[in-house]
């Protein structure tokens, strides 16, 4: 069962606790926690009218969406792994993720960008969280609380709070990344970060071979990757009764070595289904050349540009694949 609590151990709103604090980002946004079905606590978003996780297990979804398709084991006996956390939040994606590789005695660079510091602070306050991590990850997520930064046995990061699309340009032009995550909220609440430029922005810092992966399955974020020349598959769910027809998404920068990159059978090609998608004007992109639209207006350049294409309609094509299916 969903619970839900505006108030925090220490008595405040979520909302109040960051008025307590000196405003560093332009975001009045309300958080309200929730507990998830695995035990895991997670947030919802009042601005974004959103929530970070799926309500089945932020910790769960953390594994299922982003760990298992990174396929740690590739990258046994490599010297160091270069990641990059896009929209870090509470930080599950990268505390699983290290949790992994500090496992697998596998040394890493990580960056990560993210708006807003209170998610991390809220989580590293409440000990579902803080249990759930290894001494040394909550060391690092500690460190990056505190100080943006950590340097240790395990490796070496880097926070850099902002506006994403901004922040990306401060990663210095030399440094490329094997891993990708990137876990914004639905491209249709925060097109910005889903934008064809962002996405560009984001392949130029892939490492030959690295991958993006991203729980979203949209026609236009699978469309803007494949323009970029990535290959592009699916991500399979693991739970056999889900509804769901995909994780989301694997971009690979150059070939993909099924032997070796698919030994987790994370990934599948995409089906007739989902590549009929792509023939839609779902696969129009979200657009933000000068990288500062709001959502409002790129979600409008988007209509815009749907109202006038020739592409086939999303509803015919879900009659197709889902009403025949129900029939
Ligand atoms: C779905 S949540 C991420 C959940 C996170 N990965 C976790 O495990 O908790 C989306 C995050 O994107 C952040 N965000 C929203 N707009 C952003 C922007 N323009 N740049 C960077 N981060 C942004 C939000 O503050 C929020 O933490």
Redesign the pocket.
């Given at each position: 069962m969903l619970h839900q609590f505006l108030i925090l151990n220490s008595g405040v709103t979520l909302h109040n606790l960051k008025e307590t604090k000196n405003t560093i980002f332009q975001?009045d946004?309300t958080l309200t926690l929730q507990e998830t079905k695995d035990g895991s606590i997670?947030?919802k978003?009042h601005t974004?009218n959103?929530?970070?996780?799926c309500l089945s297990g932020?910790h769960k979804?953390?594994i299922d969406k982003?760990l298992r398709p990174s396929e740690i084991d590739c990258y046994r006996g490599i010297d160091k792994l270069n990641i990059l956390?896009?929209?870090?939040?509470?930080?599950?994606?990268?505390?699983s993720l290290m949790e992994s590789l500090i496992n697998n005695s596998i040394y890493f660079h990580w960056w990560g960008?993210?708006?807003?510091s209170?998610?991390?602070k809220i989580?590293l306050g409440h000990t579902k969280f803080s249990s759930t991590w290894s001494s040394q990850v909550l060391e690092n997520f500690k460190q990056i609380d505190e100080n943006s930064h950590w340097v240790n046995k395990t490796g070496v990061g880097k926070m850099i709070w902002?506006?994403?699309?901004q922040?990306i340009k401060r990663i210095h032009k030399n440094i490329f990344f094997d891993l990708i995550?990137l876990?914004?909220?639905s491209p249709q609440q925060?097109p910005?970060?889903w934008s064809e430029e962002f996405l560009t922005a984001l392949f130029s810092k892939l490492s030959t071979n690295g991958r993006l992966i991203t729980y979203s399955r949209a026609a236009s974020v699978r469309s803007s990757l494949r323009r970029q020349g990535l290959t592009i598959k699916s991500i399979i769910p693991t739970d056999s009764n889900s509804q769901a027809w995909s994780y989301g998404t694997i971009a690979f920068n150059g070939e993909v070595d099924a032997d070796k990159q698919h030994m987790q059978k994370a990934w599948k090609d995409l089906s007739d289904m989902e590549e009929e998608h792509l023939c839609t004007i779902a696969a129009i992109p979200y657009r933000d050349p000068s990288g500062k639209s709001t959502a409002l207006e790129i979600n409008t350049r988007r209509k815009i540009e749907q109202k006038q294409s020739t592409l086939k309609s999303t509803s015919s094509w879900k009659k197709r694949w889902f009403n025949a299916k129900n029939t």
């Open positions: 975001n946004d997670s947030l978003s974004f959103e929530s970070f996780h932020a979804e953390s982003f956390d896009v929209c870090v939040g509470m930080g599950y994606n990268s505390g960008l993210e708006l807003d209170r998610p991390l989580a902002g506006d994403a699309r922040t995550l876990d914004a909220f925060c910005q970060l």
